[in-house]
């Protein structure tokens, strides 16, 4: 029997810098995907994000279940720095995570760098 299109959570299974960002979308491991990602320790996930929406600590959920293998957490908020609300804050402070907004470039360039290093950083990352 034919089966339709099946749509799957997007997922690259592994650890990879980024290679450009913009139009509203990140290229890595010469793949594409149109929207905001999360890279963490498990891999790169599709992150329904954008710079219209407030952050929440719901919307780390996956960042704080993987949450012994990170150290650093880069959050890109777009092209405008955005304040992390004080929740989410004190939840990775108490979990030993360092977070840090910047704007959405910075964040890709500093993990990257951090990447690079095989240091534990991860990165929560909205389209531009």
Same mark, same amino acid.
């Given at each position: 029997?034919a089966?339709?299109?099946? /749509?799957?959570?997007? #997922?690259? %299974?592994?650890r990879? $810098?980024i290679?450009?960002?913009?139009?509203g979308?990140?290229?890595?491991?010469?793949?594409? #995907?149109?929207?905001? /990602? &999360?890279? !963490? %320790?498990?891999?790169?996930?599709?992150?329904?994000?954008?710079?219209?929406? $407030? !952050?929440?600590?719901?919307?780390?959920?996956? @960042?704080?279940?993987?949450?012994?293998?990170?150290?650093?957490?880069? @959050?890109?908020?777009?092209?405008? &720095?955005?304040?992390? %609300?004080?929740? &989410?804050?004190?939840?990775?402070?108490?979990?030993?995570? *360092? *977070?840090d %907004?910047? *704007?959405?470039?910075?964040?890709?360039?500093?993990?990257? /760098?951090? &990447?690079?290093? *095989?240091?534990? @950083?991860?990165?929560? !990352?909205?389209? @531009?």
């Open positions: 029997m089966r339709g299109i099946e /749509i799957r959570e997007a #997922h690259f %299974p592994g990879a $810098p290679d450009a960002y913009g139009n979308g990140f290229r890595f491991a010469d793949m594409s #995907h149109r929207g905001s /990602i &999360l890279c !963490l %320790p498990s891999g790169i996930y599709g992150w329904d994000m954008d710079m219209s929406k $407030p !952050l929440s600590v719901e919307d780390f959920k996956k @960042v704080l279940a993987e949450a012994g293998d990170i150290e650093v957490l880069l @959050v890109g908020t777009g092209t405008e &720095l955005r304040r992390l %609300p004080q929740e &989410l804050k004190d939840r990775l402070r108490a979990l030993g995570i *360092s *977070s %907004p910047m *704007s959405t470039g910075a964040a890709v360039r500093t993990f990257n /760098i951090m &990447l690079a290093e *095989s240091r534990a @950083v991860a990165a929560a !990352l909205i389209a @531009v």
